[in-house]
């Protein structure tokens, strides 16, 4: 690829994109260290917890650490497709992007070294559905951007990446975590970078809203490849919270278990469901726009993007 011309050297950045607003909101919220996270009372809680306790939560942690390696892996080709199309202040988003989800893989790294958990193998606890979509369907729809990025692609990569992984699996992931370890008050470090990242998957959930909006007002009216594709992915999105559940539900029905945690199963897959039904209601709205410039305006016009 050679360059044809520089959109700051025959102009300026579109201060008004609505991916450039949420890079300056990316600038201005995105500032916290991993490495700040005191895990001091972590230590203490983790080392006082019974070995059931352990167990209870060391699938979510297989979980969450995979899923943060994974993305921070996988999201390069989309960088590059955003770049190859001359969406400069797309790709300038997907930098704070990146950078987030390198602090995200980190964050929960850091937190199994120094609970000691460094050298334990945790991926017995991923299950069919989780290897599914993580091992393979994901890094496939991501691959495919480097061959391949045409509407279609690019539609179904953000479908699988921000719609599934992020909006439906990590945010039922905070959720339950949460669940467990506010109740028992406990890991209050780890549930400090919970709440960071939460915050920064809001912004990536806005760049896959908004890209599989832009992408299907234009090329997809009928937003069937996302619709598709989303509905398609679902069984082993909810196969993955089915496992986690099942494990816990598992865990209490034994006499022997030592163990404070709790988690309502029944609710943690009503918040999975939800996930899902929001996600494709937010996707779904943009099917309201004829044009991509009526949706980039509603976006400044209404919501959160504003840059102060
Ligand atoms: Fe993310």
Known sequence: MTHQHFQTVEGVLNWNAPLYRLYEKAKQNGKWNPRDIDFTQDKIDYENMTEDEKITIAPLIASFSAGEEAVTLDILPMVQVMARQGRLEDTMFLTTFMFDQAKHTELFSRWQEEMGLGDLDLSAFHSDSYKRIFYEKLPEAM???????????????????????????????????????????????????IDYLNQD????????????????????????????????????????????????????????????????????????????????????????????????????????????
């Open 143 to 193: 691959e495919r951007l480097n061959r391949d990025d045409s509407p279609n692609a690019v539609i179904k990569a953000a479908t699988v990446y921000n719609m599934v992984v992020e909006g439906i699996l990590a945010e039922t992931g905070y959720y339950s975590f949460r669940e467990i370890l506010k109740k028992a008050n406990l890991l209050p470090g780890i549930l400090q970078g």
């Open 201 to 308: 998957e809001g912004r990536h959930l806005q760049f896959g809203i908004y890209t599989i909006q832009r992408l299907s007002i234009e090329h997809d009216p009928s937003f069937n490849i996302f619709n598709d594709f989303i509905d398609e992915l679902w069984p082993d999105a909810l196969g993955v919270i089915e496992y986690l559940t099942s494990l816990y539900d598992l865990q209490m029905a034994q006499d022997w278990t030592e163990s404070k945690l709790q988690l309502d199963s029944e609710k943690m897959k009503q918040y999975a469901i939800r996930q899902y039904e929001i996600r494709k209601k937010q996707v779904n709205r943009g099917s309201s726009y004829q044009r991509v410039s009526e949706l980039n305006e509603s976006m400044i016009r209404n919501n959160s993007l504003r840059s102060s």
